[in-house]
Each structure stands twice: as structure tokens, then as C-alpha cells.
């Protein structure tokens, strides 16, 4: 990567906020604004950005790229290579594998395999219970000591809903400085049959209904165990009106509490479920417009703290069965910030400097990472996203890099994409196309 | 119509198109020749992935009384438990030239979704706890005999109505036909937002029984299951069969040209008691025996299409 040349990206919206240049030279960002094009060395290429937005690296605290164990449905490199065609330069790995990552062998596996892909920088997500069960913890920090140094703990898929077990997660990881990102679903409020959010639909549906107080409930416990015992918890995709009531309360009292919601609860609704397409069915399920619309809002205000996708890819058959048997999750690193985009930025409620807060800089910060979310400041590493604000696409499935189709945004039309994604100077991705990962081209 | 999915997909004009048509085919029941040579040459599967008896038994009765030609498939015979997709296994059947799946699931929602999958017609025969259309028919059938036009009558519904997809075709199609309903059970055996769908769709919602039963003309008792108690939905099948049981006591409070209906298999004692469910005004075995009829009249209105039914 030495090879890079020097890169002038020119008259680019920086963050939202003023048009200017940005010099990346080695990887790294040398220098922002009027400097930049006299710091610009000899054999400098440009890239003329005018009309484009220029945000940092995007980072996603919440993907599932499902190696080891089912590379049918996602490998790292084609995750990663989904992720860098959505804009982003790092991944949160879920630790719902076979085998599950709960060892620093398989988190060190994890981590190999993201750098051998080379598109994104893979961050393994460690399991907060041994095998995913509840009931002993995991080696939380001899994954923390590994090459790969986990930070993020998370049981996603399943709540650590033993209050005392969650207790001493919390107690424990503050040792490293470790977060517990909770999957928050009451297992007695809401079982694993239940699938369709709770009310009038999923009365007349006939589908297991999961009520909003099976979260808040979790969360409220959570927040008040944070408190507890002094440590940091994050509340994975949150889904409720109730559960940001809380999460406001909490921050208000000065709790360690970050929250993330992801592009299909700000967007999509409960309604989607009136044909008992698969594809909608996610867990957290899709709540009724009164709830997307208080998201939005928590997002924008910053009681919730970030975007993350939940990228769930999932093979065509185990995604064609009744709705109550199929699968639970949906694609979503192509196509995040392109929803963000229209839900948030196109309807006047977040500026492109909050997108670059709420999905690269703070999420970056909650799982510690050092070297991502820097923003765009000179010497940052330069882990960059060039967005086109104002074009429209719509979304065809068949051309997602991921392996896998379970895409409840296909045939949508969303404003705002991609134009190119940056993982220290160089191009991984341009236009959704993923870019040589070995060669040295730039885009000139 | 291709399919019989949901009450909602039809008019109220076809509905009442379809029990007429009903008529004349009970008539077939008396003949001692019963035998319609309308469905000759068609196929229909009886694709049953949950246990039925009375369902599966009529609806083969009424493709095998209009002349077609009818098997019957399980879901656990078939490649289902063996890791193939839903989807797979109904397109296997699909391909073979049927005319017609009738499905029954223990899933919400997998006859539409196969619908989608296959170009066959597909007839639901109760999916989970959303609907059991054919149910729905067949016991509007046997109310109107016995009551006449619904129009403005009023029923009431009581049981497990969170579990019951008799309960949510009935209320369709009593609803469309012009019946005024009252759902009456436990707060927690009630369907899931019940009071925003009653606002939605004007129908009462009632915790008391006892109030209800003297306003009725007719009461449809659904069934309760026992297991239902470990789940918490009630405390004991005593005090369930006290407060909204049809019990001996309750039979009094019925006006007098009030009837008694219940889809079965009934659980006597719990939700009603011997007394209302051998009662002169009891449809119960009408019920069944208008079960072969409205089913003749729904094959005969998905595959034969308009035209005399004899």
C-alpha cells in the first residue's frame, strides 16, 4: 500500500459543514482545507469531489458475517465487501458463529480472516456466555488480551437475561474498559416463536406477538445495573418508544448507557407484515410508525447514539418457510446510509456532521476502536466516504455483493449513495463496485 | 376467485353467493346417489401439515362427491422434516399439474404465502391462529338456516379467542354480512390490541357473560384448551367454566329463539356444559353436517367457476 500515490480530494462537503480539500498521502490524512492543495506533493492525483459529501470511515457496531459455520449465507470477504460498497471502513463481527466466538482463537480467526479480505477492518464482537447459553461467562478477557482485542460483548441474538450474570459481566469487563451490547428481549415476555410486534396486527394476523415492554423492561434492569456497578452498557437495535424513554432517563442521571438503532426500525414499520413476507421478519421486530417516528427523533437528539445495521444475511431456504418458521434478520450494510440518507438528512431532521457523528465517530468510540471514527482531521488514518447526497437508486437485490438476498429494500428507491469508500488511502469500493483489494489504483 | 385465503379477500356479495350455492348442494347429501360430475378430471390435494379430522374428512368428501380426484398428503410424510423449504415442497406438488391445494398449517399466514409460490388454487383450512375461512362459511350457513338474513342480528363469541382462527373468519364474515358481534372472554384471552380492531372494524368487546347472553341471538362457544391454564391465561378450568362457561344456569338467559353454536371438538364442562350442548337449540351437528355442503360450494366456486352448479 506503500505504492498509493498521493490523493488531492477536491471541493468535497467535509462532514457537512464547508467545501474544501483533503490530502491523503500514505494512508493518511495530511492535511484539510486551504493547506491542503500547497501540501500536495509532486505526483499528487486528484479527485474532484465538487457536490459530493466527505464523511470518515463509516463504522458499524452490529453485523453478522456468519464464518465460521455458515459461509453459505456470508463469508467475511463477501460482508466485507458489502460493507465497503456501503461505506464503511470497520465491521463489529456478532459473535453468533459455529463455533460461537466466546475463545481468543476463534476472535483471533475472526480478525485473520477480515484482514485477508482487506476490505474493512473486522472487529470480532465476543460472546458474553460461553456458547451463546446464559449460564457461565465467556473468556471475556483473554479475548480482550488477544491480537484481537475485543471490546464489544454481546450475547446478540439471544438477552443475557439472568440479572445476576449480567451483573458480573458488566463488573468484569470494566477491567479493559469492555461494553456489554445487549440484545434486550425478556425470554418470558417474549419467546423465541414470537415474531410480529404485539398489537391490533399481530391480533388480527394471528402471528406470537413480541411486545415493546418485553425490551423495556430489559433495558430499564440494564441501566439500572450500569448504574450499579459503575460499568458502560449498550443496548443493541433498540425498538420501542419506551425503551428511548428510558435510555433518556438514564443519560439524564449521568448512567454509562449508549443505544443504537438500526435503518429498518427508522424506516419500516409493522406494516410491511400484512403478507407474511419472510423477508420483514427481524428481531427485533418492525414496530408501528408511533415508534419509527420517536427513533427518529432519538436519534436526531442524540439520546440514541448510533446507527448499526444488524446485517443478517440468510440463504434462500431457510428464509422460504411460513413466516412463523423462517429465519429472523435482513441484509442492510449497501444500503444504511443510503436510508439514513432519505429517512434522516433528505427529511430535514439530521445534518451530514450528525451522519458522521452517529455512524462513524461515536459508534467508533463506544467499541474503543483507535483507529477508525477519527473523523476527518489531518493525521487521522485516512478511512474515508464520499457520498452522493442528491442521487436516487433503486435498490436491486441481485446486485449486493452480499451472498445472500433477504433485502426488504429491494425496489425501493432511497435518495443519497455511496460514491466511494477509503480504508487508509485506498479505494475499496467506488460506485458499488468493490475496488481491487491488492491493487494500488486510485480512482484517477 | 382463485383462492379462499382470508374472509377479508371477499365481497359480501360472494360470500352470499357461495352459501347459496351451498343450498343446493345439501340437497346432494339426501340423494343416495351423491355424485356431481362437475370436478371430473380435476385434482385437488388435501395437503394437511397439521392434524385434522373433520376439516380434512369434509373437504374430501365434497371433491369426492363432485367427482374429483382427491389425495390427501401430511406434512410429516413429506421432505418438510427434512431440512427442505416450505416452498420446495408445495412447488414439488405444484409441478405435478394440480388444480387445487387445500392447506391446513400450523403456521399464520402459509396459504397465502404459498399461494404466491404456486399457480394452483389455494383454499385455506386453517392456518395457526389467523383464519379457518371454510369454518367461517359453513357456520354462517348454519346460522342463516336457522335464523335467517344476518343482517343486524346479534352474536356473540366466546373462548380462547387469542388462539382461534375460527374466531377471526367469523368475525370477517359476520361483520360483512351485517351481524352485530360481541367477543366475550378473559382480558387474557383476548386477540392481542382487541379494543383499537373493535374501534377499527365496529364490534363490542365484553369481559361479562352474563350481560351479554340476554342481547344474543345467537352464541358461538369456542373451544378452551386446558393447557391453556400453564401458560397463565386463567387459573383453573373450574373458574374458567364458572365465569364463561355456558352453563346450565346461562341457558336460561337466552332469549328464546336464541341458538347455540360450536365449531368442536367440544370440551364439555369447561366451555359448555351437556346441557347447552344437547339443547334443542344447539346447531352443533348441523354445523358438521353443513360442513360438506359449503365445502362442495367453495370447489365448486374456485374450479368450476360461474354457471348452473348442477
Given at each position: 500500500m506503500s505504492t498509493t500515490p498521493p490523493l488531492l480530494i477536491t471541493g468535497a462537503d467535509i462532514e457537512g459543514e464547508g467545501a474544501g480539500d483533503v490530502l491523503v498521502v500514505d494512508g493518511t490524512i495530511r492535511a484539510v482545507g486551504a493547506d491542503a492543495a500547497a501540501e500536495a506533493p509532486q505526483d499528487t492525483q486528484r479527485l474532484d469531489a465538487d457536490g459530493l459529501v466527505l464523511l470518515p470511515g463509516l463504522v458499524d457496531l452490529h453485523t453478522h458475517l456468519r464464518e465460521p459455520g455458515r459461509e453459505d449465507a456470508e463469508t467475511v470477504e463477501s460482508g466485507s465487501q458489502a460493507a465497503a460498497v456501503g461505506g464503511f471502513t470497520a465491521v463489529l463481527a456478532m459473535a453468533n458463529t459455529t463455533p460461537v466466538t466466546d475463545s481468543a482463537e476463534v476472535a483471533e480467526t475472526v480478525l485473520d480472516l477480515g484482514r485477508r479480505a482487506g476490505y474493512v477492518d473486522v472487529h470480532p464482537v465476543g460472546a458474553v456466555t460461553k456458547a451463546l447459553a446464559g449460564e457461565e461467562l465467556a473468556e471475556l478477557g483473554l479475548m480482550a488480551r488477544s491480537r484481537a482485542r475485543v471490546r464489544v460483548f454481546s450475547d446478540d441474538g439471544r438477552c443475557v437475561h439472568d440479572a445476576r450474570l449480567m451483573r458480573r459481566a458488566l463488573e468484569y469487563v470494566?477491567?479493559?474498559?469492555?461494553?456489554?451490547?445487549?440484545?434486550?428481549?425478556?425470554?418470558?415476555?417474549?419467546?423465541g416463536t414470537a415474531c410480529c410486534h404485539e398489537g391490533e396486527l399481530s391480533g388480527r394476523l394471528g402471528l406470537p406477538g413480541w411486545p415493546g415492554v418485553a425490551e423495556e423492561t430489559i433495558v430499564a434492569r440494564d441501566v439500572m445495573l450500569a448504574r450499579h456497578t459503575g460499568s458502560r452498557v449498550h443496548v443493541a437495535h433498540v425498538s420501542t418508544a419506551g425503551s428511548v424513554e428510558v435510555v433518556r432517563w438514564a443519560k439524564a442521571q449521568g448512567i454509562a448507557v449508549t443505544a443504537e438503532v438500526t435503518p429498518h426500525h427508522?424506516?419500516?414499520?409493522?406494516?410491511?407484515?400484512?403478507?407474511?413476507?419472510?423477508?420483514?421478519?427481524?428481531?427485533?421486530?418492525?414496530?408501528?410508525?408511533?415508534?419509527?417516528?420517536?427513533?427518529?427523533?432519538?436519534?436526531?437528539?442524540?439520546?440514541?447514539?448510533?446507527v448499526a445495521t444488524d446485517h443478517a444475511p440468510h440463504v434462500r431456504q431457510d428464509k422460504e418457510h411460513a413466516f412463523a418458521d423462517a429465519a429472523f434478520g435482513m441484509l442492510g450494510l449497501e444500503t444504511a446510509l443510503p436510508v439514513v440518507s432519505t429517512?434522516?438528512?433528505?427529511?430535514g431532521l439530521?445534518?451530514?456532521?450528525?451522519?458522521?457523528?452517529?455512524?462513524?465517530?461515536?459508534?467508533?468510540?463506544?467499541?474503543?476502536?483507535?483507529?477508525?471514527?477519527?473523523?476527518?482531521?489531518?493525521?487521522?488514518?485516512?478511512?474515508?466516504?464520499?457520498?452522493?447526497?442528491?442521487?436516487?437508486?433503486?435498490?436491486?437485490?441481485?446486485?449486493?455483493?452480499?451472498?445472500s438476498r433477504n433485502n426488504p429494500w429491494h425496489g425501493r428507491t432511497l435518495t443519497g449513495a455511496v460514491h466511494l469508500t477509503m480504508l487508509r488511502g485506498r479505494v475499496t469500493a467506488r460506485k458499488g463496485l468493490v475496488w481491487g483489494n491488492t491493487t494500488e489504483e486510485s480512482d484517477q | 376467485m382463485k383462492h379462499l385465503l382470508s374472509i377479508a379477500d371477499l365481497a359480501p356479495e360472494e360470500i352470499t353467493s357461495i352459501l347459496d350455492t351451498a343450498v343446493s348442494m345439501h340437497e346432494v347429501q339426501d340423494r343416495q346417489v351423491k355424485k356431481l360430475p362437475t370436478l371430473r378430471g380435476r385434482t385437488v390435494i388435501n395437503f394437511f401439515f397439521e392434524d385434522s379430522t373433520r376439516t380434512r374428512a369434509s373437504f374430501e368428501i365434497a371433491g369426492k362427491w363432485m367427482s374429483a380426484d382427491t389425495i390427501n398428503l401430511t406434512g410429516k410424510g413429506t421432505s418438510v422434516s427434512k431440512g427442505e423449504s416450505l416452498r420446495d415442497t408445495v412447488l414439488t406438488i405444484d409441478a405435478m399439474g394440480v388444480d387445487m391445494m387445500i392447506i391446513r398449517h400450523p403456521a399464520s399466514g402459509a396459504p397465502a404465502q404459498i399461494?404466491?409460490?404456486?399457480?394452483?388454487?389455494?383454499?385455506?383450512?386453517?392456518?395457526?391462529?389467523?383464519?379457518?375461512?371454510?369454518?367461517?362459511?359453513?357456520?354462517?350457513?348454519?346460522?342463516?338456516?336457522?335464523?335467517?338474513?344476518?343482517?343486524?342480528?346479534?352474536?356473540?363469541?366466546?373462548?380462547?379467542?387469542?388462539?382461534?382462527?375460527?374466531?377471526?373468519?367469523?368475525?370477517?364474515?359476520?361483520?360483512?354480512?351485517?351481524?352485530?358481534?360481541?367477543?366475550?372472554?378473559?382480558?387474557?384471552?383476548?386477540?392481542?390490541?382487541?379494543?383499537?380492531?373493535?374501534?377499527?372494524?365496529?364490534?363490542?368487546?365484553?369481559?361479562?357473560?352474563?350481560?351479554?347472553?340476554?342481547?344474543v341471538d345467537a352464541v358461538m362457544m369456542l373451544r378452551v384448551q386446558r393447557e391453556r391454564m400453564s401458560g397463565g391465561y386463567f387459573p383453573t378450568a373450574k373458574e374458567y367454566a364458572v365465569t364463561y362457561g355456558l352453563t346450565p344456569r346461562r341457558l336460561g338467559l337466552l332469549q328464546d329463539h336464541a341458538v347455540i353454536c360450536h365449531p368442536g371438538p367440544m370440551n364439555r364442562g369447561l366451555e359448555i356444559s351437556a346441557d347447552a350442548a344437547d339443547a334443542a337449540r344447539s346447531l352443533v351437528l348441523d354445523q358438521v353436517s353443513a360442513g360438506v355442503a359449503v365445502r362442495m360450494s367453495i370447489l365448486y366456486h374456485l374450479l368450476a367457476g360461474e354457471g348452473d352448479a348442477q
Amino acid at each position: 500500500m506503500s505504492t498509493t500515490p498521493p490523493l488531492l480530494i477536491t471541493g468535497a462537503d467535509i462532514e457537512g459543514e464547508g467545501a474544501g480539500d483533503v490530502l491523503v498521502v500514505d494512508g493518511t490524512i495530511r492535511a484539510v482545507g486551504a493547506d491542503a492543495a500547497a501540501e500536495a506533493p509532486q505526483d499528487t492525483q486528484r479527485l474532484d469531489a465538487d457536490g459530493l459529501v466527505l464523511l470518515p470511515g463509516l463504522v458499524d457496531l452490529h453485523t453478522h458475517l456468519r464464518e465460521p459455520g455458515r459461509e453459505d449465507a456470508e463469508t467475511v470477504e463477501s460482508g466485507s465487501q458489502a460493507a465497503a460498497v456501503g461505506g464503511f471502513t470497520a465491521v463489529l463481527a456478532m459473535a453468533n458463529t459455529t463455533p460461537v466466538t466466546d475463545s481468543a482463537e476463534v476472535a483471533e480467526t475472526v480478525l485473520d480472516l477480515g484482514r485477508r479480505a482487506g476490505y474493512v477492518d473486522v472487529h470480532p464482537v465476543g460472546a458474553v456466555t460461553k456458547a451463546l447459553a446464559g449460564e457461565e461467562l465467556a473468556e471475556l478477557g483473554l479475548m480482550a488480551r488477544s491480537r484481537a482485542r475485543v471490546r464489544v460483548f454481546s450475547d446478540d441474538g439471544r438477552c443475557v437475561h439472568d440479572a445476576r450474570l449480567m451483573r458480573r459481566a458488566l463488573e468484569y469487563v470494566k477491567a479493559f474498559d469492555g461494553v456489554v451490547s445487549q440484545h434486550a428481549q425478556d425470554p418470558r415476555l417474549a419467546d423465541g416463536t414470537a415474531c410480529c410486534h404485539e398489537g391490533e396486527l399481530s391480533g388480527r394476523l394471528g402471528l406470537p406477538g413480541w411486545p415493546g415492554v418485553a425490551e423495556e423492561t430489559i433495558v430499564a434492569r440494564d441501566v439500572m445495573l450500569a448504574r450499579h456497578t459503575g460499568s458502560r452498557v449498550h443496548v443493541a437495535h433498540v425498538s420501542t418508544a419506551g425503551s428511548v424513554e428510558v435510555v433518556r432517563w438514564a443519560k439524564a442521571q449521568g448512567i454509562a448507557v449508549t443505544a443504537e438503532v438500526t435503518p429498518h426500525h427508522l424506516m419500516l414499520t409493522e406494516d410491511e407484515l400484512v403478507g407474511y413476507d419472510p423477508t420483514f421478519k427481524v428481531n427485533p421486530p418492525l414496530r408501528p410508525s408511533e415508534d419509527a417516528l420517536v427513533l427518529r427523533q432519538a436519534l436526531a437528539d442524540g439520546t440514541i447514539d448510533a446507527v448499526a445495521t444488524d446485517h443478517a444475511p440468510h440463504v434462500r431456504q431457510d428464509k422460504e418457510h411460513a413466516f412463523a418458521d423462517a429465519a429472523f434478520g435482513m441484509l442492510g450494510l449497501e444500503t444504511a446510509l443510503p436510508v439514513v440518507s432519505t429517512v434522516m438528512v433528505a427529511e430535514g431532521l439530521m445534518t451530514w456532521s450528525d451522519v458522521a457523528r452517529t455512524m462513524s465517530t461515536t459508534p467508533a468510540h463506544i467499541a474503543r476502536l483507535t483507529d477508525q471514527g477519527q473523523g476527518v482531521v489531518a493525521g487521522a488514518s485516512a478511512h474515508l466516504t464520499l457520498v452522493d447526497p442528491t442521487r436516487t437508486h433503486t435498490v436491486d437485490r441481485t446486485l449486493s455483493r452480499s451472498l445472500s438476498r433477504n433485502n426488504p429494500w429491494h425496489g425501493r428507491t432511497l435518495t443519497g449513495a455511496v460514491h466511494l469508500t477509503m480504508l487508509r488511502g485506498r479505494v475499496t469500493a467506488r460506485k458499488g463496485l468493490v475496488w481491487g483489494n491488492t491493487t494500488e489504483e486510485s480512482d484517477q | 376467485m382463485k383462492h379462499l385465503l382470508s374472509i377479508a379477500d371477499l365481497a359480501p356479495e360472494e360470500i352470499t353467493s357461495i352459501l347459496d350455492t351451498a343450498v343446493s348442494m345439501h340437497e346432494v347429501q339426501d340423494r343416495q346417489v351423491k355424485k356431481l360430475p362437475t370436478l371430473r378430471g380435476r385434482t385437488v390435494i388435501n395437503f394437511f401439515f397439521e392434524d385434522s379430522t373433520r376439516t380434512r374428512a369434509s373437504f374430501e368428501i365434497a371433491g369426492k362427491w363432485m367427482s374429483a380426484d382427491t389425495i390427501n398428503l401430511t406434512g410429516k410424510g413429506t421432505s418438510v422434516s427434512k431440512g427442505e423449504s416450505l416452498r420446495d415442497t408445495v412447488l414439488t406438488i405444484d409441478a405435478m399439474g394440480v388444480d387445487m391445494m387445500i392447506i391446513r398449517h400450523p403456521a399464520s399466514g402459509a396459504p397465502a404465502q404459498i399461494a404466491d409460490w404456486v399457480d394452483c388454487s389455494i383454499v385455506n383450512a386453517g392456518d395457526g391462529t389467523h383464519e379457518h375461512p371454510s369454518q367461517a362459511l359453513l357456520d354462517a350457513y348454519t346460522l342463516r338456516r336457522s335464523l335467517g338474513e344476518l343482517e343486524g342480528r346479534h352474536v356473540a363469541i366466546v373462548g380462547d379467542l387469542t388462539h382461534s382462527r375460527v374466531l377471526r373468519s367469523n368475525l370477517l364474515c359476520l361483520r360483512a354480512l351485517g351481524a352485530h358481534v360481541t367477543l366475550v372472554a378473559p382480558p387474557t384471552l383476548m386477540p392481542s390490541g382487541v379494543h383499537a380492531w373493535a374501534a377499527a372494524d365496529g364490534f363490542d368487546v365484553s369481559y361479562d357473560l352474563d350481560e351479554v347472553l340476554p342481547q344474543v341471538d345467537a352464541v358461538m362457544m369456542l373451544r378452551v384448551q386446558r393447557e391453556r391454564m400453564s401458560g397463565g391465561y386463567f387459573p383453573t378450568a373450574k373458574e374458567y367454566a364458572v365465569t364463561y362457561g355456558l352453563t346450565p344456569r346461562r341457558l336460561g338467559l337466552l332469549q328464546d329463539h336464541a341458538v347455540i353454536c360450536h365449531p368442536g371438538p367440544m370440551n364439555r364442562g369447561l366451555e359448555i356444559s351437556a346441557d347447552a350442548a344437547d339443547a334443542a337449540r344447539s346447531l352443533v351437528l348441523d354445523q358438521v353436517s353443513a360442513g360438506v355442503a359449503v365445502r362442495m360450494s367453495i370447489l365448486y366456486h374456485l374450479l368450476a367457476g360461474e354457471g348452473d352448479a348442477q
